[in-house]
């Protein structure tokens, strides 16, 4: 250890304690009801058909998000980022959404898409490099994809305190704001900005995070000496641990928690603890930074595992019904892989498109200066030119970028 | 026509923007019951409520980076960083996140935020109170970056700012606040002289000197100069700094054959060596002498009791003109 560096923390100084909110054990059996450490009560009350759904979509996204990992092996996606082992939390939260609710994804939640009703093809579309993941935010009421960690805490901020200037807040119609983050994220500034922000103006919005141990390499004792859901007690609002492998148990703190934000109670802070059982990226090898004994314990919370297993002993599905939804989630990942494998690289003209709202006589002249430049390559060839290769247009370059 | 000055012509366009769209929402560090520390949104919160023009905590980040909230909810957000220096917070929002979110979306979300900036030197403050960083955001695509230089400019073109649906970094040159000008308040939006339009501020046949903010008054200063030693420099106030509207430039400086550009800026890799370029490819046979600038050493800003030293003044723009007359 390096001088200076300082000690080791106490053991499970920012793990789990006794404040966790879960509703399904590991092995599948339900808590009635649970408390946080504020003593508010956290229950679900679904039908079967609700129950029997959020498994149906804990299975389709991780079947989605395995396709997004062999697709990148095959080297038809330039890097996937797998959400596999927070489906959880991912659904749980998701589905806690109204339809007037707004979510600011970072770049893993293609679960929290896929509740929203995106089409899934479109995470796809960016992760092969196609486009930047361009769905429209205000008409599906999910932010795109933001790279840049923590950066969409503040445009949530701001978009909640718009709801509260249109007056959208203090009825069971109001809105509210889910902004996703990660355990690395609260360490950037720009976190601590929209937590004071939302503190100060009071705005409707949820702060989930998920807390999945890891940032990239970097395990949470190095982002926070006291356990995250903590930290917002500073900033002047609650803050809550649920376990993230529970998908009853998140789904029961976001929605009280989004319902607060809307009757106008402020901001919510959710620490959804849970773990990457996958690699960061398909960059990243994982085997370098932690143990597999470590991976082994947290299988062993599986959330897909432990809500079938509540299914079974509640007798809510049958050997067919599982079966069927294997059946399904294969079907859907199948027709994205045809999909994905059909789309075609974007013509290179568009690069010039879309900077400006209307457009720019400048980047027309370099788009037209482009254009001939590539239609010179289609023209006969010219001896003059013997012996120099041209850029083939279009030739496809396998982009390999990383993603934090 | 009414008489006042660059700073009260702005807070002038400000309230005409708020009056004109309720949209229209002013955010920033003490520009609500101070009205800003130079007093630029002074009486806008009184008339328009702190619910439109509102105190932000101390977080130049935050401020730009809910703005982008706000925009995204329909909101026309204008952002005072209370000076130049303290924009580099924000930057990250800005290029990352301002500047790309029109691209990233293939058009499906505008942002049509003004960021105000009080900018350059000449004012005798501390460290982080003078820098002139346009460049850094001229550089980088999905923004447009302007400046006024005169009170009747900084009037039209705040509003012409706030109406835009594009981001727009707005540059205000502190030191020329107190300066007075005519203000026609009676004109029109729709009619007003183009935002992102060069303006010929002083005709002249010897050599075209361009300059933008505040130093668009030490080049009419050096062009009145040099008038007197029978030299006749053409003036032009470049206005818009990205994108650049440089035709008026070109047909100047194939009149002149010379070209002097001046920008407090430091002169490395800045706007200056840009137009140059451009200057050059469109000119090159008109030149009669390489097109020169005068501009910030390439140092960081000095002590205020340097800056007479590190700011372009009237002479070291006449010394260049006299470089290029001489070639």
């Known amino acids: 250890m390096a001088k200076g560096a300082p000690p080791t923390p106490p053991p499970d100084a920012v793990g789990v304690g006794t404040e966790l909110v879960q509703l399904l054990t590991p092995d599948g059996e339900r808590i009635e009801r649970a408390y946080d450490s504020s003593g508010t009560e956290y229950s679900v009350d679904l039908t079967d058909d609700e129950y029997r759904g959020l498994y149906r979509d804990l299975v389709v996204v991780r079947r989605l998000d395995a396709e997004g990992t062999a697709l990148q092996r095959q080297g038809e996606l330039g890097i996937w980022a797998s959400l596999l082992g927070q489906e959880a939390a991912q659904i749980g939260s998701g589905r806690a959404l109204r339809p007037q609710d707004m979510a600011f994804p970072t770049y893993r939640e293609h679960g929290v898409l896929y509740c929203r009703g995106i089409d899934p093809i479109m995470p796809f579309g960016l992760f092969r490099g196609v486009d930047h993941g361009a769905w429209d935010p205000v008409e599906l009421k999910c932010g795109m994809y933001t790279i840049v960690i923590g950066a969409q805490t503040l445009h949530a901020t701001g978009y909640a305190m718009g709801i509260a200037k249109d007056g959208k807040v203090g009825s069971d119609d109001g809105e509210a704001v889910i902004a996703y983050l990660g355990d690395g994220a609260t360490s950037q500034g720009d976190v601590s900005e929209s937590f004071v922000w939302s503190s100060v103006f009071h705005a409707p919005i949820v702060f989930f995070c998920q807390n999945n141990q890891y940032a990239i390499s970097e395990p949470i004792e190095r982002q926070t000496r006291v356990p995250l859901y903590q930290r917002s007690l500073g900033f002047g609002f609650p803050g809550v641990r649920v376990d993230g492998n529970d998908v009853l148990a998140t789904y029961a703190v976001t929605r009280t928690a989004l319902d607060n934000a809307r009757h106008g109670q402020g901001p919510t802070f959710i620490e959804a603890y849970t773990y990457r059982m996958g690699a960061h990226t398909t960059n990243d090898d994982p085997s370098r930074y932690r143990i597999a004994s470590e991976v082994e314990a947290w299988q062993a919370k599986d959330p897909v595992a432990r809500m079938r297993a509540f299914l079974e002993k509640q007798q809510l599905g049958d050997a067919d019904f599982f079966a069927e939804v294997e059946d399904e989630a294969k079907q859907i990942a199948l027709r994205l892989r045809e999909r994905v494998l059909e789309m075609p690289d974007p013509d290179p003209l568009q690069i010039f498109d879309h900077v400006y709202p209307h457009g720019s006589p400048e980047l027309d002249a370099q788009r037209d200066q482009y254009a001939r430049y590539l239609d010179s390559f289609s023209q006969a060839p010219d001896e003059s030119h013997a012996g120099h290769v041209p850029p083939t247009p279009g030739h496809h370059v396998q982009a390999t970028g990383s993603v934090r | ?327």
């Open chain 2, 1 to 327: 026509m009414e008489t006042m000055t660059l700073g009260k012509a702005i807070n002038a366009g400000l309230r005409r923007a708020l009056e004109s769209d309720p949209k229209v929402i002013l955010m920033g560090e003490d520009i609500g019951k101070l009205g800003g520390v130079f007093r630029i949104t002074d009486g806008l919160q009184k008339d328009f409520g702190d619910e439109r023009v509102i105190d932000t905590p101390l977080a130049e980040s935050g401020i730009i980076g809910t703005a982008i909230g706000l925009a995204m909810r329909g909101y026309r957000p204008v952002c005072e960083i209370q000076f130049d220096g303290f924009v580099y917070p924000a930057y990250d929002q800005i290029v990352s996140q301002v500047a790309k979110i029109h691209f990233r979306s293939r058009g499906r979300v505008r942002l049509p935020m003004v960021i105000r900036i009080p900018f350059g030197g000449g004012i005798g403050a501390v460290e982080h109170h003078s820098e002139s960083p346009e460049a850094y955001f001229a550089h980088t695509a999905g923004l447009k970056v302007v400046s006024c230089a005169s009170p009747s400019d900084a009037f039209w073109m705040i509003q012409q700012a706030v109406a835009s649906d594009d981001p727009i970094l707005f540059f205000e040159p502190k030191r020329r606040y107190w300066e007075k000008g005519e203000v026609d308040l009676n004109g029109s939006l729709a009619e007003a002289y183009p935002l992102h339009a060069s303006r010929l501020v002083c005709s002249g046949t010897d050599a075209t000197v361009l300059a933008y903010g505040p130093m668009v008054r030490t080049a009419l200063d050096a062009a009145a100069a040099a008038a007197e030693e029978g030299r006749s420099l053409e003036v032009i106030d470049l206005r818009s700094l990205s994108p650049l509207d440089l035709e008026p430039v070109y047909a100047s400086v194939r009149r002149t054959g010379r070209c002097v550009v001046v920008h407090e800026a430091p002169g490395n890799v800045g706007l200056g060596a840009e137009i140059a370029a451009r200057v050059t490819e469109e000119c090159f046979y008109s030149l009669e002498a390489p097109v020169l600038r005068v501009t910030g050493f390439d140092t960081p800003y000095p002590p205020a009791r340097l800056e007479d030293s590190y700011l372009p003044d009237l002479d070291r723009v006449l010394d260049a003109v006299d470089r290029a007359l001489g070639w």
